[in-house]
């Protein structure tokens, strides 16, 4: 039987902010809300299948405009028996990612950085280059 591969090029156009924090998420999405002056809303749990059987379950808020999306991510599986526990294994250290896409202007990056650096709870904050990142598909939402 003939096999058939798609091949598939994606387009990363968001900026990405890793976060580590001891906050629960919802104690940082509400304290992100208040300081940027924007409202993250729970949405259902990501649910990521791989190869072996193997799922990774991720909680994530939204906020979301006509032209633009702010995205924050639990980076650890909320299953413990998860052979692989993270979203981006390479970034083991951060606790949540920030997907900010659109933001024509009206939200900097680095000024989002900053003000989320001044939350108490959060120990860093770091710019990563997705295009870095070797699971960077796990971004793709």
Known sequence: MKKSKLIANVDFDFSLLAIASQLKEYKLAWTINQDLGIRLVKQPDEI??????????????????????LRL????SKEESAANQFLIPELKQ??????VEGFDGSMEIQEVRE???????????NLIEVDQLRSRENLIF
Do not use: A
């Open 73 to 76: 991510v639990h980076n650890r």
């Open 115 to 125: 003000i989320i650096k001044t939350i108490n709870g959060v120990q860093m904050v």
């Open 48 to 69: 990521f299948h791989f190869l072996g059987n193997e799922k990774l379950c991720i909680s994530n808020y939204l906020y979301q405009t006509e032209h633009s999306k």
């Open 94 to 99: 951060f606790d949540y990612l920030m997907l």
